[in-house]
């Protein structure tokens, strides 16, 4: 059997490469969260407070930071440059299977249809490949979220025949088909 990943990342995670600038949240990036996810768009396909206002803000930055800080996911601000954050990448073990890195990511509305998010899962799924030991990376997109599942195309990865699973948010149950990558883009 393969081993578990690790998530042992330097302590400032920082990739570059398509086009974009994946960098590590920090509390100056509080005003970019709430634009970010304080969107209905985000609200119905992630698992993030809504409203998402200045507390909740505080709390996800928090929450993010304690993950990090004890190997159990990478959050990453998307940007074009380093500066302003334009939408988020994270990085952790699938919860279906621990030889998998899975990958979830949002683009803040007035950043999206510029190929952000592709570009930056194309780019952190490089980096799972090569420094984690996953086996392959997974996308778990609910079924009727098609501006993901064409994410998940333009980025390499694959519709698997993988069981669908099925998982509640904000009490109700949903169900999401697993996307998958074994080759770095």
């Given amino acids: 059997m393969d081993s578990p990943l690790t998530l042992d990342a330097p302590s400032s995670l920082r990739l570059e490469g398509e086009g ?9 990036d509080l005003d970019a969260l709430i634009a970010l996810y304080d969107d209905p768009e985000m609200a119905r396909w992630t698992p993030v407070a809504s409203p998402f206002d200045p507390a909740a803000a505080r709390v996800y930055l928090a929450e993010a930071q304690g ?17 302003l954050a334009r939408g988020e990448v994270l990085l952790f073990p699938s919860k279906a299977d621990e030889r998998d890195a899975e990958i979830a990511y949002g683009v803040g509305s007035a950043h999206r249809g510029r190929g952000l998010a592709s570009r930056a ?12 030991g ?3 990376v ?16 333009r980025a390499g ?16 149950e ?5 996307w998958s990558l074994t080759n770095a883009p």
């Avoid at 990865?157 to 948010?169: A, G, I």
């Avoid at 949903?174 to 697993?178: A, D, E, P």
């Fill in 174 to 178: 949903i169900t999401l088909r697993t």
């Fill in 121 to 132: 899962v194309r780019l952190l799924s490089s980096y799972a490949l090569r420094h984690t």
């Fill in 157 to 172: 990865f694959v519709l698997t025949d993988d069981e669908p699973l099925l998982r509640m948010s904000r009490g109700r």
């Fill in 67 to 83: 993950a990090r800080a004890q190997g159990r996911k990478v959050q990453l601000a998307i940007t074009t440059d380093g500066g």
């Fill in 20 to 28: 974009v600038h994946l960098r590590e949240w920090s509390e100056d």
């Fill in 134 to 136: 996953a086996r392959r």
């Fill in 138 to 153: 997974v996308l778990c997109i609910e079924e009727a979220n098609a501006a993901s599942a064409a994410v998940a195309l």
